[in-house]
């Protein structure tokens, strides 16, 4: 079954740095587009990041372009976030996420506290 796995969630600091890793298995990851996903409370879920299937392509949201990089390793079945100048209103559950036909997966996520 489609499993996906999130790691290196934490506190940072306001300025600081931060790398989400996801761990994928139960499809072709090599052929699945893949993206990251944030809920902060209260607040809807957003897209933060997309990256095509061979890593050619990206998309980021307005409030993260020029600060987060998404990358992924299809030898590995790994996807990256990484997040650079932190924002205190960067702070919520970041999720891993793919779409396989009609169904999207997601996995548990990893909160991510920006804060001083």
């Known amino acids: 079954q489609v499993t996906l796995v999130e790691y290196g969630g934490g506190l940072v600091q306001p300025g600081g740095s931060l790398r989400l890793s996801c761990r994928a298995s139960?499809?072709?990851?090599?052929?699945?587009?893949m993206s990251w996903w944030r809920q902060a409370p209260g607040e809807e879920r957003e897209r933060v990041a997309v990256?095509?299937?061979?890593?050619?392509?990206?998309n980021y949201a307005d409030s993260v372009k020029g600060r987060f990089t998404i990358t992924r390793d299809n030898s590995k079945n790994f996807v990256y976030l990484q997040m650079n100048t932190l924002r205190p209103e960067d702070t919520a559950v970041y999720f891993c996420?793919?779409?396989?036909?009609?169904?999207?997966?997601w996995g548990k996520g990893a909160l991510v506290t920006v804060s001083s």
């Open positions: 996420s793919t779409a396989q036909g009609s169904l999207k997966y």
């Open positions: 990256i095509a299937w061979n890593g050619r392509s990206t």
């Open positions: 139960g499809f072709t990851f090599s052929s699945a587009d």
